[in-house]
């Protein structure tokens, strides 16, 4: 099993639509968990961090399940400018250390 | 300037040429990466750095040799590439320590290196 793993998508959605994203991790004492955004040819950008209690920031709302070790995102009103790459990132045991994900790719369509 | 900057933003080599990429943050931070995002794969953690010394190397070949002269400057100084490594190089910062909301990271925008 790979240390973190995304559904590679695309994920094709109209505008307004809600759309979620889980990513799966592997070592059971990452504590540290985010979501990060990136744009075509650009640098990845920190979306959010994920808490144990779960988090929610405008339209996103981003989850936490250490049972079934897995993070989800939800995004919803989906916009046209939602359209990106969205980096799942476990840092391992509580380090400063980070494993991404290959990320989920997020395509809105009119 | 604020954030974490890099230079320079694109740069075109020859396999025999000798280059460096520079980052810079300014944002405090205490740990420093850099990685490597080739098409289409996933970013790749090359060097980490943590209060100056290295933490991580993953099996970076070394043709690429990083340098760290404090918690604010990285270096990347590339020789004898292959066109292989072609790719964008990204340099991030995070505090480093603390409680785990501090190990978020921010990026530089990236050097796009072509070797030719």
Redesign the interface.
Known sequence: RKEVEQDPGPFNVPEGATVAFNCTYSNSAS??F?WYRQDC??????LM?VYSSGNEDGRFTAQLNRASQYISLLIRDSKLSDSATY?C?V?RG??????????TSLIVHP | ETGVTQTPRHLVMGMTNKKSLKCEQHLGHN?M?WYKQSAKK??E?MF?Y?FKEQ??NNSVPSRFSPECPNSSHLFLHLHTLQPEDSA?Y?CAS????GT??S????????TRLTVT
């Open positions: 504590q540290s985010f040819r650009k640098e990845p950008k920190l961090s980096l990132v840092n509580g380090s400063y250390i980070p494993t991404f994900g290959r990320g | 740990a990466y996933p970013l953690l980490v943590n933490t991580e964008l990204l995070s505090q480093g320590t785990s909301g190990y978020e990271q921010y990026f530089g925008p990236g």
